[in-house]
């Protein structure tokens, strides 16, 4: 029987969950998921398992709204944890701690981690520093004026006795003294990696408000909660030296060595034009729109004129969510998508976020039944089939065009009118209520008229939004007016005048029944059914273009047809006259 595999997901609860966050812990539910089917399968495999834990020792830069919304995301997804956080998602609960390795808050640990700085400093490969900041810049000065690379190791002559004096009433950091041999990372996406001296220091482990540092508490709770395999961005490469010598010195307390996981750091996603895809992303279409309006006084509460300056001139400068959203909508400009929750409000489907973000590091090595690439499967597929060695090692380019067609092949192709009218009800009542309570009981119907046209569960607004409206907003577009109005002989106005008295006569008043209608009318007129379907679309809508005429009418109701008909004749038969 092989070992089990258990994977982690360890965010810093310091904002949204980005979506590069969310590909690794992707990564990480399906290796667990994986392992997890073929040890149930009786193949000898040990099993799976997904830890989510909340890395959230930054107590300044913190909080609970952001780990919230961080569970939120995972669930929305549906990268559901073992051990973790309990969080109630769709009936069900995620998380809880039935192995006993709990709490899965970094901030609710701090006795666990007590115990080994204890360690390490009885062993003497911990010491306390009480450098104060003016003294490490200077030490950094000297570094860089004698064209060396600061390294901040132990004094020569360091009185171990008199500092765990002080250590009871000053200020004071705990510093690893990090031994000095090679280290070789193992890597299962970048292969073998070798650290020498030079990239080592003795680096902090318990800062001066008593909180352990990243590097401690990671490599302290990968080893309690059990973690086998690490998986998480290349930004942390680097740091893994740290941890791999945190692990060969760290002990149990009845003497069994830490172990050293399996690691697999995966490259960065970037946007289309190689640079990296970040919440800054948003600020810099928000700042060319601001320059575009030339704006000088801040028009959103809570941002100064100043701070407003600054932020349009500064290109590295972010504004708060709140601000950034608030400018948005004064400039009437979309921001990029960059953070779960975008996604989720621009109307992406879970499934297909999944599906397309697994595809940013991964493929399935499988052509389709035309000889492509396979690109299209699900979170079963990817819990079958998903390891390292088919991931790739250079960045990923976000192209947001193929997501989108990604999703518009769901909700068109995929899904049914049954489950898109569940998905869509579920999205409006959560991010547009409005369209819900205007289309009341047409709801159904709406849905069933809008799905061959959406691309996302927004966009599927825009074909009927002309039924969501009153008819006295309706704006005429020139082109559809001309064409379908004013052209030909007998031309669309003349021919919408005949049909008008018609719609008091069709029964019922449905699709089919009103596509037959509209037939029937076209043949006795002798022309195209273009030829009354264009006027008809223009009256009703404005455009030229809507939902089958059977849908567009039946969705408005006869009342609102016969309304909307005569004012087009009222108006139009006034302005040619
Ligand atoms: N809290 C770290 C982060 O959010 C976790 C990194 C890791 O997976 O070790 O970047």
């Known amino acids: 029987m092989s070992q089990p595999v258990i994977t982690r997901f360890a965010p810093s609860p310091t904002g949204h969950l980005h979506i590069g966050g969310a590909r690794t812990a992707l990564f990480c539910w399906a290796l667990a998921r994986r392992a997890e089917r073929e040890g149930s399968g009786g ?15 930054d107590q300044a830069r913190s909080s609970e709204d952001a780990s919230r919304g961080i569970l939120e995301d995972l669930a929305w997804l549906g990268i559901d944890w073992d051990d973790g956080p309990e969080f109630e998602a769709n009936g069900k609960t995620l998380g809880g701690d039935p192995r006993g390795v709990g709490p899965f808050r970094q901030a609710l640990r701090l006795d666990t981690y007590n115990r080994f700085f204890d360690q390490l400093l009885d062993r003497g490969l911990a010491y306390a520093a009480f ?17 060396r690379t600061f390294r901040y190791t132990k004094p020569e002559k360091y009185d171990a006795g008199a500092a765990r004096e002080r250590m009871q009433s000053e200020p004071h950091v705990l510093r690893l003294a990090m031994p000095t041999d090679p280290i070789v990372v193992h890597d299962e996406i970048l292969g073998e990696i070798t650290f020498t001296q030079e990239h080592f220091d003795d680096f902090v482990i318990r800062k001066n408000d008593g ?128 953070e779960v929750a975008d996604f989720e409000a ?95 009981d047409r709801f159904e119907r709406a849905a069933r008229a809008t799905r061959p046209r959406a691309r996302t569960l927004r966009d599927a607004i825009e074909p009927i939004r002309f039924a969501l409206i009153d008819d006295d907003q309706i704006v005429y577009d020139d082109k559809a007016v001309q064409k379908g109005l004013k052209k030909g002989e007998p031309s669309g106005l003349a021919l919408l005048e005949r049909f008008a008295p ?30 009354i379907a264009a006027p008809l679309r223009v009256a009703l809508t404005g455009t030229s273009v809507s939902p089958p005429l059977g849908e567009t009418l039946g969705l408005l109701g006869r009342e609102i047809c016969i309304e909307r008909v005569a004012r087009t004749i009222g108006e139009h038969t006034q302005t040619s006259a």
Not at 353 to 377: H, Q, S, T, Y
Not at 393 to 407: M, Q, V
Not at 409 to 434: C, G, K, N, S, V
């Open 502 to 531: 018609q719609l008091s006569a069709i029964e019922p008043f449905e699709p089919e029944t009103i596509e037959s209608a509209v037939k029937a009318f076209a043949e006795s007129q002798e022309v195209g059914l273009g030829k």
């Open 346 to 440: 621009a109307g992406y489907l879970p499934g297909v976020v999944c599906n397309f973000i697994a595809l940013l590091g991964w493929n399935p090595g499988v052509k389709d039944a035309e000889g492509k690439d396979l690109e299209r499967f699900d979170m079963e597929y990817l819990a079958e089939r998903f390891a390292f060695d088919r991931a790739g090692t250079s960045a990923s380019k976000f192209d947001r065009e193929k997501l989108l067609a990604f999703n518009a092949d769901t909700i068109q192709h995929e899904l049914d009118d049954d489950a898109f009218a569940a998905l869509w009800r579920t999205w409006l009542e959560r991010f547009e209520p409005w369209v819900l309570e205007t289309l009341g």
């Open 43 to 57: 193949s000898g495999g040990g099993g799976g398992r997904f830890v989510l834990r909340i890395e959230d020792t």
């Open 131 to 147: 450098d104060t900041p003016e003294e490490l810049a200077a030490m950094r000065e000297t570094a860089k004026s004698e064209k």
């Open 211 to 338: 909180f352990p540092t990243y590097h401690f508490a990671v490599v302290i709770d990968d080893e309690l909660m059990g973690v086998t395999h690490v998986v998480r961005g290349q930004e942390h490469l680097n740091n893994t030296s740290k941890h791999v010598g945190l692990q060969s010195l760290l002990k149990h307390h009845d003497g069994r060595p830490f172990r050293v996981p399996s690691y697999a750091h995966v490259p960065l996603i970037s946007n289309p034009d190689g640079s990296k895809m970040s919440k800054r992303d948003k600020d810099k279409a928000a700042r060319a729109a601001a320059k575009d309006a030339r704006l000088t006084a801040s028009p959103i509460a809570g941002l100064s004129d100043d701070a407003l300056a600054k932020w349009m001139k500064d290109k590295k400068a972010q504004l708060d969510t709140g601000p950034l959203s608030a400018l948005a909508e004064h400039l009437a400009v979309d921001l990029p998508a960059i």
